[in-house]
Antibody, heavy 117, light 110 residues
Framework: QVQLQESGPGLVKPSETLSLTCTVS????????WSWIRQPPGKGLEWIGY???????MYNPSLQSRVTMSLDMSKNQISLKLNSVTAADTAVYYC???????????WGQGTLVTVSS | QSVLTQPPSASGTPGQRVTISCSGS????????VYWYQQLPGTAPKLLIYKNNQRPSGVPDRFSGSKSGTSASLAISGLRSEDEADYYC???????????FGGGTKLTVL
């Protein structure tokens, strides 16, 4: 059974960089798209972007200037960096898997990141 | 406001059939598959319907999806208390170049 686990600091200061890692177990990151999705407290879901196992990326235009995604095949990990954060970036951040025909079939449990000084 | 429009709330009594709508445009629902996700309180979303009307293994056949033009619907029949959750539709928007989610619908089982 594929499992995804997000990890990273729960508190980030304004203007700094948010860095998260998603570790995939029970399967390979090969042949899949890996997305980051966030959910501000009490609000809806927002797609941040995806990285394909080949390394190609696509980001939400609303966040593109601040987002970088990467992957480490040897560790089965996907990473997210979001720079110049503000309080508006406070959210639960999820990683999720997609194949060519099924979008977001597996999700991590999510990790809450709070932006505050 | 989300590009994909869902009613903020819906409700029904046990055993009833309820539907949740998702309205978009030609650049998203009109040209791509629709996906539905269920988010139980305090948990991560779970895939409920893919490619408009397909159910992943393990999803009860009480859940069904449909799409017509630039709108889609999720139907839940034989409503149960454990169906109380937030439901989100999603589609790719070719104009924006982004995966969009609807604003979500909170389903209450009375």
């Amino acid at each position: 059974q594929v499992q995804l686990q997000e990890s990273g600091p729960g508190l980030v200061k304004p203007s700094e960089t948010l860095s998260l890692t998603c570790t995939v177990s029970g399967g390979s990151i090969s042949s899949y798209y890996w997305s980051w999705i966030r959910q501000p407290p009490g609000k809806g879901l927002e797609w941040i972007g995806y990285i394909y196992y080949s390394g190609s990326t696509m980001y939400n235009p609303s966040l593109q200037s601040r987002v970088t995604m990467s992957l480490d095949m040897s560790k089965n990990q996907i990473s997210l960096k979001l720079n110049s954060v503000t309080a508006a970036d406070t959210a639960v951040y999820y990683c999720a898997r997609s194949s060519w025909d099924i979008v977001f079939d597996y999700w991590g449990q999510g990790t809450l990141v709070t932006v505050s000084s | 406001q989300s590009v994909l429009t869902q009613p903020p709330s819906a409700s029904g009594t046990p055993g009833q059939r309820v539907t949740i709508s998702c309205s978009g445009s030609s650049s998203n629902i009109g040209s791509d598959y629709v996906y539905w996700y269920q988010q139980l309180p305090g948990t991560a979303p779970k895939l409920l319907i893919y490619k408009n009307n397909q159910r992943p293994s393990g999803v009860p056949d009480r859940f069904s999806g449909s799409k017509s033009g630039t709108s889609a619907s999720l139907a839940i029949s034989g409503l149960r208390s454990e169906d109380e959750a937030d439901y989100y539709c999603a589609a790719w928007d070719a104009s924006l170049g982004a995966r969009l989610f609807g604003g979500g619908t909170k389903l209450t089982v009375l």
